[in-house]
């Protein structure tokens, strides 16, 4: 059981826009910066997303992040087959157990 | 080349114990803030453990008193020593560098392929 709770799955056409959900709580979410990571098929995860809404060198605009309140949201606008990933919402937990805590990841298809 | 290649992954009996390294290329270990991240099969992200640049280091309640993280600065090298190891500690295990902006602003913006993991007897 993930902190943070993300959608298991989500699809869209190519070309069309998607958004990714991740829902926490004052202790996390509420209180600290949200990231988003991108792990494609068989591979390492990858930073898409920093401090809410910030994109690192090299990822195109296509994708953003917002946050309100106890939750946070990833658009991907633009869908791509090579999109097809999953993608896991992070941040860090003030909790007894503080320390970085991830959701439990969204399969994204492009149908 | 900026890069984290970790080594050590197999199967281990219940119990039994395994070093995993990271081999960082491009960047000082010894100068950011080093971390462990898991991922059991099929499932996802769990942070494990990390060691601050000042040499500090904290662990995830579900390994404390079990792993050990440490780094070797004269081989640029991360490592993870893990005993008593038990059948839910089944996961690859990555090496992450963690960008730390303040004391609960955390990312990881550079990880490494992984290592797997399979603790069965």
């Known amino acids: 059981q993930s902190v943070l709770t993300q959608p298991p799955s989500v699809s869209a056409a190519p070309g069309q826009k998607v958004t990714i959900s991740c829902s926490g709580s004052?202790?996390?979410?509420?209180?600290?910066?949200v990231s988003w990571y991108q792990q494609l098929p068989g591979t390492a995860p990858k930073l898409l997303i920093y401090?809410?809404?910030k994109r690192p060198s090299g990822i195109p605009d296509r994708f953003s992040g917002s946050k309100s309140g106890t939750s946070a949201t990833l658009g991907i606008t633009g869908l791509q087959t090579g999109d097809e990933a999953d993608y896991y919402c992070?941040?860090?937990?003030?909790?007894?157990?503080?320390?970085?805590?991830f959701g439990g990841g969204t399969k994204l298809t492009v149908l | 080349e900026v890069q984290l290649v970790e080594t050590g992954g197999g199967l281990i009996q219940p119990g039994g114990s395994l070093r995993l390294s990271c081999a960082a290329s491009?960047?000082?270990?010894?100068?950011?803030?080093m971390s462990w991240v898991r991922q059991a099969p099929g499932k996802g992200l769990e942070w494990v453990s990390v060691?601050?640049?000042?040499?500090?280091?904290y662990y995830a309640d579900s390994v404390k008193g079990r792993f050990t993280i440490s780094r070797d600065n004269s081989k640029n090298t991360l490592y993870l020593q893990m005993n008593s190891l038990r059948a839910e500690d089944t996961a690859v295990y990555y090496c992450?560098?963690?960008?730390?902006?303040?004391?609960?602003?955390?990312?990881?913006?550079?990880w490494g392929r992984g290592t797997l993991v399979t603790v069965s007897s």
């Open positions: 992450a560098r963690a960008v730390v902006v303040a004391e609960t602003n955390w990312y990881f913006d550079l």
């Open positions: 491009g960047f000082t270990v010894s100068s950011n803030y």
């Open positions: 060691i601050y640049s000042g040499g500090s280091t």
């Open positions: 004052s202790s996390n979410i509420g209180n600290n910066y």
């Open positions: 401090d809410n809404n």
């Open positions: 992070g941040t860090w937990d003030s909790s007894l157990s503080a320390g970085p805590v």
